[in-house]
């Protein structure tokens, strides 16, 4: 098992410009989570799915869009970048229990 | 409003103990989580307690105790790569899909 990957593990973008990070996981879990974290800092949720076809806003969702149109994957998109989402983003994802497992990460800069 | 507070920094050496604690304010949660993560890696389940009372895994122990509103993460036997950053989190029974992270607890450990 893989467990939780993300694409890509590197990013530079110029304001304005667009992306898409995908997560993807083969544990057959129902929740998924995108957080980012800044330096010094906690996590902090973006967006999450409670399952296929369903996605529902976290603490910060203001910039970015997601899609789970696949149980398995969980994408993250940026619009227009901004400086301000300079930052670590990860995926999570869950099954019955709290235990989240979390990807290796996504390090965007935006300048 | 929902919040967990950890310190921010702690030191200790080698073979010692060390103790991370972690005060909520939250109405309601399923289980108080700690989640340990390297520089440069992403965050790893470390413990779990749904229930009052002490949890032991290995040289790690996590205590919940409700009342109280406070838990905390035992580590023994401190190691070099024990140096991480600690992060408590829980899940609101309200609105229970999303997990609340404390800002974490930075632990360097000295020889």
């Known amino acids: 098992n893989a467990g939780v990957t993300q694409t890509p593990k590197f990013r530079v973008l110029k304001t304005g410009q667009s992306m898409t990070l995908l997560c993807a996981q083969d544990m057959n879990h129902e929740y998924m989570y995108w957080y980012r974290q800044d330096p010094g800092m906690g996590l902090r949720l973006i967006h999450y799915?409670?399952?296929?076809?369903?996605?529902a806003k976290g603490e910060v969702p203001d910039g970015y869009n997601v899609s789970r149109l696949k149980k398995q994957n969980f994408l993250l998109g940026l619009e227009s970048a901004a400086p301000s989402q300079t930052s670590v983003y990860f995926c999570?994802?869950?099954?019955?229990?709290?235990?989240?497992?979390f990807g290796p990460g996504t390090r965007l800069t935006v300048l | 409003g929902q919040s967990l507070e950890q310190p921010s920094e702690v030191t200790a050496v080698e073979g010692a103990i060390v103790q991370i604690n972690c005060t909520y304010q939250t109405s309601g949660f399923y289980g108080l989580s700690w989640y340990q993560q390297h520089d440069g890696g992403a965050p790893t389940f470390l413990s779990y307690n749904a229930l009052d009372g002490l949890e032991e895994t290995g040289r790690f122990s996590s205590f919940l105790s409700r009342s109280d509103s406070y838990g905390y993460l035992l580590l023994q036997e401190l190691q070099m790569k024990d140096s991480a950053s600690y992060f408590c989190a829980v899940r609101p029974d309200t609105g229970g899909f999303k997990t609340i992270f404390g800002a974490g607890t930075r632990l360097f450990v000295k020889a």
């Open positions: 799915s409670v399952g296929e076809g369903t996605t």
């Open positions: 999570a994802s869950r099954q019955s229990t709290d235990t989240q497992y």
